[in-house]
């Protein structure tokens, strides 16, 4: 089955959120949401990670054409991820409905 959006969970250090926005931005999404977490991660995920975890955390949900998928991944990689200061991890899931969205096409043919 082959689905025509998913959403993309970024989840980074609190204060990170702009920066996994601009770069999803850069990929071709549209927008996002963020909603403050707190992790739950213990010393043994840190030491095999060799990273430190903040609790205070950012989740960003952002909702793009499975066709850029790919794009906005590869730059949450490259600008948020582990090796960064935001310690991002970022997964796709595949949304099977969706309704609220128009494009910019949607809105001219009104």
């Known amino acids: 089955m082959s689905f025509k959006h998913e959403v ?22 549209r927008g996002g949401t963020v909603i403050h977490a707190r992790g739950t991660a213990n010393k043994k995920a840190e030491e095999f990670f060799n990273i430190s975890i903040q609790p205070e ?17 590869h730059a949450l990689y490259n ?3 582990l090796k960064d200061p935001a310690q991002g991890i970022a997964f796709a899931l595949p949304v099977s409905n969706v309704v609220g ?6 809105k001219t043919e009104e």
């Not at 969970?9 to 609190?14: K, P, T």
């Not at 955390?57 to 991944?73: P, T, Y």
């Open 8 to 29: 993309i969970l970024c989840i980074v250090n609190n204060g990170f959120s702009d920066a996994v926005m601009d770069a999803a931005r850069e990929a071709g999404a």
């Open 57 to 73: 955390k950012e989740v960003v949900m952002i909702l793009v054409d499975s066709g850029i998928r790919d794009a906005v991944l």
């Open 79 to 81: 600008e948020v991820g």
């Open 101 to 106: 969205l128009s494009t910019y096409s949607d």
